[in-house]
């Protein structure tokens, strides 16, 4: 098998979702945005500082990220502002 280009597709370059900004994706997910400091109440990442990286609204919940390379997803319930 060889890789060849394709062909484009006749609907190539048509986008037909929606696209919502940052501020109306943070507006729904109110609890907590972008660049928070926040902690998990358990788990093994439990006591250890986070950020808040991404907000991923389908399902409700919020990457964090550990010490620049750990990261998981956590529902709002799961954490608990840094302080």
């Keep these: 098998m060889t890789n060849r280009p ?30 928070d400091g926040v902690r998990a109440k358990d788990g093994p990442m439990q006591h250890q500082y986070g950020t808040v990286v991404y907000l991923k609204e389908d399902d409700s919940t919020y990457l964090v990220r550990f010490a620049g390379t750990q990261q998981m997803y956590f529902r709002a319930e799961e954490l608990e502002p840094w302080a």
């Design 6 to 35: 394709t062909a484009p597709r006749a609907d190539a370059g048509t986008w037909r979702g929606t696209c919502r900004t940052t501020t109306e994706i943070e507006d729904s997910m109110d609890e907590y945005a972008i660049g």
